[in-house]
């Protein structure tokens, strides 16, 4: 172990510690954590937030296997990141900032220092060329609302951890340097505009769009939940018409339609369902139960086509929804990705090698439980 690896791990012992640089983020939020118990306890007000268990919480160790698969795939989009800070063809006219937004999280959902560790260049430079693609009039953030909504989710996550002071170098124009808070907030500002315009309370691929799908209004909802519990302002009124969107589209039986109707969908959309249930703090509503009940009683599932979106949605819905069968799934999971990765690190799939990569690390990162978004 080199020194600096060690006096790393001196300063935390936190289980699923094993980097060997900069801060550790759980660490922090552990000593606020505990912080505000003994204020809870001082009070006489309990919580069952606070009940949960510190593996539920923060996690065991982190399998050698993921460890591995991860790290090798983090070389990977480090090596092919472009010098603009996008991956594949996404310039600052390109469009698909939403595989940047997954490639950020890919970074920063293991702990990597996002200001001072090996990775911080590839993360600034990720964030500036989400920030420049960025409309500065609309705020849209890519070609499609799927881009949106992964762009957003992507800059959520930066936001608070990316310090902005670093962002910029100086070559780019004063004009064009927001920071992070100052395009996430734009781009919450486009979703909300879309959505007000969309008879059904959703968003589909364009944000002029008047119907909707489940599968873009997932990814917009959870770059909109992102961003409010990173502290921007997001209408209740905009969550409300999203989350009713997705009830009106369940089933009893817990299937989920993917546009009009009710349930009967992929089991993608059961996933995403679940998923903005639980995060958009709806685990009363039978819905939630309904979809995370029909994902456990068939963890082998049948994603019909798109393998890499269902490992990641599958992922943060067992997690949130039955921390048990996402345990199983998980061991399951780590010996497919295991055998899928190639030897440059990389995932293959139908959308290229960045997408595939970065679904797939992502799919593995509850086990390291760093970003605030798969806190349960």
Known sequence: MSGQRAAFQTACEHPACSKSFGRCRRRMLSVGNAVLTIALVVTGFTSPLFAQ????????????????????????????????????????????????????????????????????????RAVRSMILGQDPRTGYLG????HHGFAMLGLA???????DSQLWDGSEPAANRRSIGEALDLAVRR???????????????????????????????????????AGIEVPDESLDKALNYFKSHTADGGTVAYSGGVGGGSENMTCIAALVYAVGRKRDWPQFNATVGNLSRNLQGNARSYEFYNRYYKA????QGNFEAWSRWNQATIKVLKAKQLEDGSFDSSHGKAYGTAMSMLALALNYRFLPIYER
Not at 143 to 146: A, R
Not at 157 to 163: K, L, P
Not at 316 to 319: H, K, P, R, T
């Open 53 to 124: 268990g510190p593996a539920l919480r923060f996690g065991e160790k982190v399998p050698t296997e993921v460890e591995v698969i991860y790290q090798r795939g983090l070389e990977y989009l480090a090596r092919t990141q472009t010098d603009y800070g996008s991956w594949g063809s996404a310039g600052r006219a390109g469009g698909e900032h939403g595989i940047s937004g997954m490639c950020v999280m890919a970074f920063l959902a293991s702990g990597e220092d996002p200001n001072f560790g090996r990775y911080s260049s590839n993360i600034r």
């Open 143 to 146: 070609n499609s609302m799927y």
């Open 157 to 163: 996550e930066a936001y608070g951890a990316v310090d």
């Open 191 to 229: 979703a909300v505009t879309s959505q007000n315009r969309n008879q059904w309370g959703a968003w589909r691929y364009s944000p002029e769009s008047t119907d909707a799908d489940t599968s873009v209004a997932g990814a917009v909802t959870m770059g909109l939940l992102a961003a409010r519990n």
């Open 316 to 319: 943060q819905a067992l997690f």
